[in-house]
């Protein structure tokens, strides 16, 4: 970053980050035991520059707070539903901590028996999957997270709200460097990336979003009030069904539509459910081959021929920022140093 | 189907399908128990107007067959690996028969612990994956199905072969209902269809395909000895990566590449590995909540705008060829009573 721009921006240390993250958390009302797991990952999705899952969401994290149905006092309670299924009712506050409680149990039925998943009920969801799906890779587990959202997208061939952006995120573990991990929104463009072209004033692309009345748009201030599309047309779109399914009805929590329901008009984060799923590659390998070679041959093929692996440029940024501190723009620094503070 | 189109077509009932392709499999040396369920599934197909899976398969099957390391005795082994774990080694014959020695353990394994995976190893894989999926819906299980397949397709960024047409299937029951079912080739094509194209004559879409020297073409014969791209740009190819990797090395398989390594330039079936997982609805979702309420008010909010569900058409052509037989085109009719056949 040249310093003509770094001007414009306040350089933060990681450790900055977290610590301006959860007292602003704890100010809204969140406990320590809470607010850091949401800072952590806060602070990670500013370091690997994701800027719509930065500082950029702290607001919305606050606003989440203030919601009437959120529990600042959520307490997440486990249940282990069977040697496969581990349930944790987060208790209608933020995903994390419900995830945090019910990790331990989730990864040693992975470990024990092949796979395992894990249901997260009546959680707010405001963060990145990327994070979750890391903690798993870093335990040598393959890993996938879906949740449903809000109903902001249209099905291929309609024009009006019926999915979530319904984002799904994997991971696979390397020997020896960053996993392979890619984490995406089923629709064309992300909800918060919507945002950030709102904010920069720039366009949409064409075939991304309608209006409110069923009309293609690239305004981003009327896509927000109308829906999207999914990526990748109708197969985009049934991918998208699948993981409202999965990660709603099959797991006993809501749709997208019903989310948007209980959210009644307060636009917080969404409260719905979330599901991971685990896999051991030394037990579903069987042992028997090296899975490792295997995979890395085809990672090599997509990379020497100039294609990019997913998360590439997030790993770099990680670097950067390990080393130097991350650049926050002083529009958003000023925004986040505005909101009540602890300690 | 007006009288004019189907004077070209020959009228066949499902049992002479059925038989038809039972007698070619068997005189192309098939045991009776290979044969059976490969046929059914032909059948299935052709009554669904899944042409590209249906009879149009037959000569394929057969060639396949003829592949000196097919192995027209495999009986397959199933091992019961954990309480949520069944892998079957076909033996390098079709995967069908592999499915369906594994798929008694596979069902009981979910609806005991709410999960369960079954990993088909050294199969011959030349069958759509909906028969399958449906399956397991018809058991009131929600169900996944992944294979790899011949390295014909190009990652996003990219111009050469690295990853395979990847299909991805998935089943949700309905209750009183046909389920909720995909099942899609994640290339911006299936490999059939490119074969349906280059035999009508008929041209690609543009941003489909490259020819052999890595330049985009809309002829299909360049495009087989090409690579195609996937559907979704770069989510579409990071989802076909997640494919390869649960499908090959997750399960010590191989993958697309090491499968068309394998094939040897003979152009069988591709031989590989495939992945299901299955989910019982009545344990994830811990009985606390109506989950059809919830997925059926979400497939009306889809087609009620006029959005299509997916396998509609196919539902629609089953009942029509349950009452009244399945079109054959005379030339593919007289291509498959050119095939020797047993009986």
Request: net charge negative; glycine share 10%; with cysteine.
């Amino acid at each position: 970053m040249d310093k003509a721009h770094s001007g414009d921006d306040v350089v933060l240390s990681l450790d900055e980050v977290f610590a301006l993250s959860k007292s602003v958390l704890v100010a809204a009302g969140l406990t320590e035991a809470q607010a850091a797991p949401l800072a952590r990952v806060l602070t990670e999705g500013q370091r690997d520059e994701c800027h719509s899952h930065g500082l950029f969401r702290l607001p919305g994290c606050v606003q989440t707070i203030h919601h009437p149905r959120f529990n600042r006092d959520a307490v997440p309670d486990v249940t282990d539903t069977t040697a496969a299924v581990t349930r944790v009712d987060a208790q209608f506050g933020f995903s994390l901590p419900a995830l945090e409680a019910a990790m331990p149990r989730f990864v040693e039925k992975a470990r024990a028996i092949g796979i395992s998943v894990l249901a997260i009920n009546n959680c707010f969801h405001i963060t990145a999957l990327w994070p979750e799906i890391e903690r798993l890779t870093a335990q040598g587990l393959v890993a996938i997270a879906m949740t449903p959202s809000h109903s902001w997208v249209a099905p291929a061939g309609g024009t009006k709200g019926a999915l979530g952006t319904n984002p799904i995120a994997f991971g696979w573990p390397r020997e020896g460097q960053e996993p392979y991990v890619f984490d995406f929104a089923t629709s064309a463009i992300a909800r918060g990336d919507i945002s950030l072209h709102k904010m920069a004033g720039k366009p949409l692309k064409e075939g991304w979003a309608f209006d409110a009345d069923g009309n293609p748009t690239t305004s981003a201030a009327a896509a927000l009030e109308g829906a999207m599309l999914t990526f990748g047309g109708h197969k985009g779109s049934a991918l998208s069904t699948m993981i409202e399914l999965l990660a709603g009805p099959l797991i006993a929590d809501m749709t997208s539509l019903e989310s948007m329901d209980f959210d009644d008009g307060l636009k917080a984060a969404p409260c719905h459910g979330e599901i991971l799923i685990a896999f051991d590659p030394a037990i579903l390998g069987g042992g028997s081959r090296d899975n490792q070679a295997s995979s890395e041959r085809l990672f090599s093929a997509i990379a020497d021929q100039g294609a990019r692996l997913p998360s590439t440029r997030r790993y770099a940024a990680r670097a950067r920022s390990l080393a130097n501190g991350v650049h926050v723009p002083r529009h958003l620094y000023e925004q986040i140093m505005a909101l009540p503070r602890a300690g």
